[in-house]
């Protein structure tokens, strides 16, 4: 491992190959989701090569795989300075990411080259059926695999954590991706009963998504704040306090607006309509503190594209898991729009605005520095800037579109008390849509393009400066000033 003079601690260099395989799978998961775009409006465009649930099933596992190498690449990068110690074993994080890495990528190829149920059938699922449920397809052998990775990281992490300094914002990562880790297990139980089966499917997907995920978006968030502002530690650990104490009082209970119509107690209609409503204020809070974080700013970063990447995921982390997931959250709502184009709008806006944007966030501040420098040059940054537009246009597109399909199709499949159009019919008449969706899924494709090319970029790394002190911060520094022309 070669010496790094940017990086106070040598060891945080393990997060940068976690970092490109994280870039490099968020590629595929795009390429597979434009793929779907075409096969709604074309059903057999490269069938039977690339039949359409293979390509969904790809696309959303490549979504968590890619995000999971994220997160790990982010502690891995945080813990160490936040601990002020350097990570417990370099090596260990090193196999692990090669074991993930093949696992994962195996397991994609078996998705696409062999039928679901001959993998099921070679790869042990008669011993342990855990196979065939949404978003977990993985084969029994994946899922262990991933337990090991998982199991070998936390490890690693805690005894790092223990060694050294401990603060609100490790604590908060630790604690999140324990919980990230535990609720996998559920992914091993699939009991004959469906409804039970349903619970813990979501024990797995909610719980983490609206739950643990959250306290692993507030770290790095408050992480990447920290850096980029100067605000003190003090203040944003009040800030996380409230945040994820709201989190975790809504999601966990939150989950019942997934008990509605899968054969539970009618009470808990009453509880998922309650605590479900109140999931969007940790979003909320999440926006008021980045906006309050940059206000209050006591240095000019000369990264400013991390600090757009940051404050971007809370804006549109609260659009979609708040404003759009309140839309057909209540039962009496969902009861229509459950499981129709409105629900795949939700999931794409607030998945990207969350997750998608924090992990590129932390990539955003921390790949230059594993590169021997403090920011990216002043061309590279405002590359990387437009591409942030580019891809929050594209998703916007696409979400609205995704809208206006779903309100098309509560109107003519589910409203109606007698007639209601054919499901397939129902799908022509929102041929319109999926073009418009199509659309904004090319101009997302552009946008990530952007942003690849944004690390090719040359020029001077853009300059570290403190600008000149004011009222409530400091003024824009030259470089800074430089920056917003470019």
């Not at 409804?195 to 739950?211: I, P, S």
């Amino acid at each position: 491992m070669t010496h790094n003079p940017i990086l106070k601690y040598q060891s945080q260099a393990v997060a940068k190959p976690y970092f490109i395989a994280a870039i490099g799978l968020f590629v595929g998961q795009i390429i597979f989701g434009v793929l779907m775009g075409i096969q709604y409006i074309y059903g057999d465009f490269l069938f039977p090569a690339i039949p359409f649930n293979v390509a969904r099933m790809v696309h959303t596992n490549l979504l968590i795989v890619w995000l999971l190498f994220g997160f790990m690449g982010a502690a891995y990068y945080m813990v160490p300075e936040e601990a002020e110690t350097e990570l417990y074993s370099p090596k260990l994080a090193l196999v692990m990411f090669w074991i993930f890495l093949v696992a994962g990528a195996l397991t994609i190829v078996g998705y696409l080259l062999v039928p679901y149920a001959k993998l099921a059938e070679m790869t042990g699922n008669n011993l342990l059926a855990t196979m065939g449920r949404e978003f977990l397809e993985q084969p029994l052998p994946t899922k262990v695999g991933i337990v090991i990775v998982a199991l070998a990281m936390l490890f690693n992490l805690s005894m790092t954590y223990l060694k050294g300094r401990k603060t609100t914002i490790t604590t908060v990562l630790m604690l999140g991706l324990w919980g990230l880790a535990l609720l996998f297990l559920f992914s091993f139980v699939n009991p004959h009963n469906l409804v039970r089966d349903k619970m813990y499917w979501w024990w797995v997907v909610h719980l983490w998504v609206e739950g643990v995920w959250e306290l692993i978006m507030a770290a790095l968030l408050a992480y990447v704040l920290i850096k980029t502002t100067g605000v003190d530690r003090e203040v944003v650990d009040k800030w996380i306090y409230v945040i994820i104490a709201f989190a975790l009082f809504t999601g966990i209970l939150g989950t019942a607006h997934h008990y509605y119509f899968i054969g539970l107690p009618g009470y808990w209609h009453l509880v998922g309509n309650i605590f479900s409503s109140l999931e969007p204020i940790p979003f909320f809070l999440m926006t008021m503190f980045a906006f309050r974080m940059v206000q209050r700013r006591r240095r000019d970063h000369a990264n400013q594209a991390a600090v757009l990447w940051a404050v971007g995921c809370a804006v549109m982390g609260f659009l979609g898991a708040g404003v759009w997931g309140f839309l057909h959250t209540l039962s009496w709502v969902n009861y229509y729009t459950h499981g129709s184009q409105l629900t795949a709008s939700h999931g794409h806006l607030a998945f990207y605005g969350a997750y998608v944007l924090v992990v590129i966030a932390l990539i955003s501040y921390a790949m230059p520095t594993l590169r021997g420098r403090i920011a990216n040059s002043h061309k590279a940054q405002s590359l990387e800037m437009w591409s942030f537009w580019v891809m929050s246009i594209g998703m916007g597109v696409m979400v609205l579109a995704m809208t206006g399909a779903g309100i098309l199709q509560v109107w003519l499949q589910r409203m109606p008390t007698s007639g209601a159009m054919p499901f397939m019919a129902a799908q022509d008449q929102m041929m319109f849509f999926y073009w418009m969706r199509l659309g904004g899924g090319g101009v997302f494709l552009i946008g990530l393009v952007m942003y690849l090319w944004s690390f090719f970029v040359g020029g001077a790394p853009a300059e570290e400066s403190l600008g000149t002190p004011r009222r409530g911060g400091l003024m824009p520094s030259p470089a800074q000033r430089r920056l917003k022309h470019d």
